[in-house]
């Protein structure tokens, strides 16, 4: 497959999937993670950015090993294949990226007594078709007793959640 087909069929599989159009230079598009903070300074976060170098280094395997696309179309159905693998790799990326990086919800909630408490939620990426999703919650605690150190422990717990569920994915 020429490369030029093999970017006219990707293009056409991000637009069909609705995942967003990584730019023609995947490398370019892989190496900008996009963060808004400086998360690399946290040092309890450093295994992540091993996991997202080495979902980085797998891509770009992937990617400059034409001998692997080629056994991928002949042996498996062609370049859809190639795309729903192209696809696996973008997704993972993204979760670590999520994992990295990610925005934690909170919502008041009263259970059946009247009793309001404080629930912590976040967000992760789908494997049908690369969108984010709310998947994951804590309960912090009730909201008239909620500590800042409650929230903090909440946020922990469910980056642990996030980990969790990304190594049952790719482990």
Known sequence: MSSFAFLKATQAFFFFVGLPLPEENWEAWANDDEFKGKPHLDKSKSYLFDELMTAKKDLFNFLDSNEKMNQTISKTGGARVVDQYLRMHIIRIKKIRLIIEF??????????????YLI???????????????KFSKLVGSFDLIKENDKRKAVKELEALMWNEYQKEYK
């Open 103 to 116: 925005t934690v919800y909170y919502s008041r909630q009263k259970n059946a007594y009247g009793q309001e």
């Open 120 to 134: 912590a939620k976040s967000c992760w990426v789908s494997n049908k078709n690369g969108k984010v999703h709310k």
